[in-house]
Nanobody, 116 residues
Framework: VQLQASGGGLVQAGGSLRLSCAAS????????MGWYRQAPGKQRELVAT???????NHADSVKGRFTISRDNAKNTVYLQMNSLKPEDTAVYYCYIRAWFTGDDYWGQGTLVTVSS
């Protein structure tokens, strides 16, 4: 299974970015898809998740600014990030959780840098 994340970059505070992560090579149904992030010197933290049925969960720090969505036909998860703040600067990692086994698979990460 390979997860290819894209969409990161440099943006000014208040700007927007849209991250994408496409999963390929999986022969199983994907249950949960999501995003985590890790800022320099900090632990990896949950950003948002979305289930196969479309139920979402967003961290309090991004509620109202970030929106997670997915395209099941394309095995792709998205993260629309609006009103970005410097504290959103981090490497963003996508992941998927297999339906039957519960195994997690991670992408390589994409860097988001928000300048003040």
């Amino acid at each position: 299974v390979q997860l290819q994340a894209s969409g990161g970059g440099l943006v000014q505070a208040g700007g927007s970015l849209r991250l994408s992560c496409a999963a390929s090579g999986s022969r199983f149904s994907i249950n949960v898809m999501g995003w985590y992030r890790q800022a320099p010197g900090k632990q990896r933290e949950l950003v948002a998740t979305i289930t196969l049925g479309g139920s979402t969960n967003h961290a309090d720090s991004v509620k109202g600014r970030f929106t997670i969505s997915r395209d099941n036909a394309k095995n792709t998860v998205y993260l629309q990030m609006n009103s970005l703040k410097p504290e959103d600067t981090a490497v963003y990692y996508c992941y998927i959780r297999a339906w039957f086994t519960g195994d997690d698979y991670w992408g390589q990460g994409t860097l988001v840098t928000v300048s003040s």
